[in-house]
């Protein structure tokens, strides 16, 4: 018990100190998880309206198989990533393997499915008329899409959010296509999970308590937004 | 050449016709009203019209061009135009940003938008409340956004659908009294669907009866009111009586026709043995409590069936052989003491009928 | 109008270019000092994890990268994986510790030259009451204790260096490995790096085997003694391997033997002869001199 207390005061202290490497680490989760969410989200906004505006065979069985890997495992596309990029595979001449940039790529591919799947029913959510009206009032493809996906950004920001959310708690990927390099590529759930197997509880906790205080501020957000 | 013209449009959903045929031809500047009952299609039409949908076949000309074009020319195709759907859907946004999104869409710069937006605000009465969320608008408010949003475009063509349906009668008529405001001060071609004859009647110069998906009969009001091309027709444009019958003889112009019950005289030239439906406006039966020397060709006793009030006039339903409805002024209802039961005296000039060929039967 | 209108989609366009553009900036940027998409001026070391759970990675790193301007990217594996990093090019250089896999590595034509650069040597470690019995017996003969009394053992079970040397124990003593492995709940596999598996060990009052500095690093977090530290078996050499760029390519030679020739170098030798004194009050390595290995 008065391990965890310690731990607690030591952890307090390390944040309330600005300490360098805590502020470093969190710095880096943050920047690498925007970052990957801007990155899918440019991807799959447009992506999503055109799978919903277009008719095609298959729309259905696509749909369903996007929602099917919400839930894919972290490991697995951790691992689908390192094949890909390690310097046998077909990108290893990129030299990606191990740097900030794969792990962006990892927790690219690890969102994709949620903010797809989210876009998708966050623009079926909206009137169909709303599209008919724009285009009866003489927007183009592209002009109505940008106009169903204003009319649905609540939702929209919403799976953006909870797309950063997921991408910043993820820690498989980050430690198999990241490597938990010092200094490099380490963050705060690689962090997390080597300073607890090596015993440093202090900082661990430290950084857990900012990754709580993050997941915190996506769900009062979320909140703020869906209310 | 015809502004808009369509050839053969048929229209088919999950294996139902919605629109068969369909062959119209609007000259530029025109304002034609689409009238017909709920399910007809006129909903269906515009939307083809609007280039929102692509018919099952057929083909719609604009300006001389086919628009079964590629999706590029029809965009600019579309551009020209402007609908008001059905539904009065307001944009999750400020009203000023509503009415300025055709415009900005079609690329406009900042200052010509906000010129012809606050124009249009001010036309609508709308100026005082530009800043206001449009879903906080009322359903005729709402409507009238709807319908700046598309004027605000200056449209060769303005399709405007069922565009008083869901409004109050004084939202309605405020509604209408703008739609009146903008035909007279704009050249623009106006197609409108609606189920109100009158107001079909009010707006347009030509009518469109549009039923079961195909078109019977087009042509100015009174064409259509006074000489119905069809049994539908006439049914729908309120031809409460309408006598199914065989023309016996033909004489200068006036045939008799046998309706079962008794004989009647119309001013027409269809052919002896040709089965026809005799129509009767209400209006043009005259009734009275001694028989009339009068020059009117039919004439009947009748009973009085039922009576009702419509306003200031009162419907008379009288029995005489076959059955008859009359219309006639509350106050001659009163005189002639009219009671069920009553017996009258009917009468209609040949000239105040009209006689329809059933063909199907010829 | 349809000029404007392709305006418009330009600037859309530009502005999806204009945030990629900000996100590989910010990428790259991270702080100017770490520079991401440069690959020459990049280093990646696999190192085995009982050199890097010592800290002395940690001491090292600032060093040569200040020596050579280069970023050193240390990633923390066993032997075992940072041989396979290694084959796949992942990596540019490793630090590990198995003598058998190293030379199978070069054998192979992965690795170009092993380079010895610090030993120290294995111990045993357990409960202080030592439920089994072992302390002052051979190595060999301890394990076959723990065996006999069902002592519970933590091995590392990630094929690292530590792991070889378990095994090539256990062979020594006369035993199957495979057998020894499925032979009761009392052999657990930690399948982790060296600090994590002394506190398992440590949280279940079980032996284990592990190097000497690591234990060094680590006894103050645990409840484990020393018990078996003497046998020629227990010697444990860290050798560093530049892979080898015509077998790999596209891996940074050049930089791996600068690192190679660094760890060699006479100060840096005796900094890691004396690594650990201040802070443990005994050495953690020695440093390697040629005849440490005959």
Known sequence: MTEIWQGLVRAIELIVTLDAEVIEITWRSLTISVIATVLASVLCLPLGALVHFRRFRGKRLLISLVQTLYSVPTVVIGLLVFILLSRSGPLGGLNLLFTPAAMVVGQVVLIIPILLGLTISALSSVDRTIADTARSLGASGPQTAVLVLTEARFAVTAAVIMAFGRAISEVGIAIMVGGNIRGFTRVLTTAISLETSRGDVELSMALGLILLLIALAVNLTLNRIQR | ?362 | MALKHIRKGRTLLAGILLIIVLASTVLTGCGAETPVLEPKARLKLATTTSLYDTGLWGHLETLFEKKYGVELDILYAGTGKALELGRRGDVDVLAVHDLPSEERFIADGYGVKRVPFAYNYFIIVGPSADPAGIKGLSPEAAFIKVKETSGAFVSRGDDSGTHAKEKAIWKAAGLDYEMVRQSGQWYIEAGSGMGPTLMMASEKRAYTLTDIGTFLAYKGKLDLVPLVDKGETLLNVYAAIAVNPEKVKGVNYDMANNLIGFLTSTGIQKLIGDYGVKEYGTPLFSAYSDEVEQ
Not at chain 2, 62 to 68: C, E, L, M, P
Not at chain 2, 165 to 189: G, H, K, Y
Not at chain 2, 199 to 210: E, F, K, M, Y
């Open chain 2, 1 to 362: 050449m015809p502004l808009i013209e369509t050839n053969d449009l048929c229209q088919r959903y999950d294996g139902r016709h919605i629109l068969r045929n369909i062959n119209l031809s609007i000259e530029a500047g025109e304002v034609l009203a689409l009238i017909g009952p709920t399910g007809a299609g006129k909903t269906t039409l515009l939307r083809l019209l609007a280039l929102l949908d692509t018919p099952t076949s057929g083909a719609i000309f604009f300006d001389g061009a086919n628009v079964a074009g590629s999706p590029r020319f029809r965009l600019e195709m579309r551009r020209r135009m402007a609908f008001v759907l059905q539904k009065p859907m307001a944009f999750n946004a400020s009203v000023y940003d509503n009415v300025a999104s055709g415009l900005r869409w079609r690329g406009l710069g900042r200052a010509e938008v906000r010129d012809q937006v606050e124009r249009v605000l001010e036309m609508i009465g709308l100026s005082a409340d530009r800043n206001r969320n449009a879903r906080t608008l009322s359903g005729g408010e709402m409507q009238r956004v709807a319908i700046a949003r598309a004027i605000a475009l200056d449209p060769e063509v303005l399709l405007l659908d069922e565009p008083t349906a869901n409004l109050d009668p004084v939202s309605a008529r405020r509604t209408e009294e703008l739609l009146a405001a903008v035909i007279r001060q704009r050249s623009a071609t106006v197609i409108l669907s609606t189920h109100d004859l009158a107001q079909g009647q009010r707006l347009a110069d030509r009518i469109g009866v549009l039923i079961n998906g195909e078109i019977p009969q087009i042509g100015t009001s009174r064409d259509i009111f006074v000489s119905p091309g069809s049994r539908e027709v006439a049914e729908f444009v309120g031809v409460e009586n309408i006598l199914d019958g065989t023309v016996l003889s033909s004489a200068e112009d006036v045939v008799t026709v046998d309706i079962g019950g008794g004989l009647i005289e119309a001013v027409s030239d269809v052919a002896v043995g040709q089965r026809v439906s005799v129509c009767v406006r209400p209006e043009n039966v005259t009734l009275a409590l001694s028989r009339l020397s009068s020059s009117a060709r039919n004439s009947f006793t009748g009973k009085v069936t039922w009576l009702s009030s419509a306003g200031p006039l009162a419907r008379v339903h009288v029995d005489c052989g076959f059955p008859l409805v009359a219309l006639v002024t509350r106050r001659s209802a009163a005189d002639l003491d009219l009671h069920i039961g009553r017996q009258v005296y009917v009468t209609f000039k040949a000239s105040a009928t009209h006689v329809i060929r059933t063909e199907r039967d010829s």
